[in-house]
Nanobody
């Protein structure tokens, strides 16, 4: 059973840093990608950063140069280092894992962690 457990959200002043962590309790095989999305009040959920099984990463333009996604294969965990945070980064951040294997295409979501950046 796939379960994503997120941690690391909180309140920080603009210019500060936070690090989010997402531990995947599911199988390690068949992962196509893992990533972070966010959703601000009244807005749609949007991709923040993603890392593929091959280790390639991609970022939304609004976080390039500020956020870094990384993974620990041994623990099936991904991290999101968020630097130079801005008030507009305030949102609920969700971890996502996409599996593409013999079971089909399945993606799973964490429960979300709140990130609040004060001016």
């Amino acid at each position: 059973q796939v379960q994503l457990v997120e941690s690391g959200g909180g309140l920080v002043q603009a210019g500060g840093s936070l690090r989010l962590s997402c531990a995947n309790s599911g199988r390690r095989f068949g992962i196509s990608s893992m990533g972070w999305y966010r959703q601000a009040p009244g807005k749609q959920r949007e991709l923040v950063a993603q890392i593929t099984n091959g280790g390639s990463s991609n970022y939304a333009d609004f976080v390039k140069g500020r956020f870094i996604i990384s993974r620990d294969i041994a623990t099936n965990t991904i991290l999101l280092q968020m630097n130079s945070l801005k008030p507009e980064d305030t949102a609920v951040y969700y971890c996502n894992v996409l599996y593409i294997d013999r079971y089909g295409r399945n993606d799973y979501w964490g429960q979300g962690t709140q990130v609040t950046v004060s001016p």
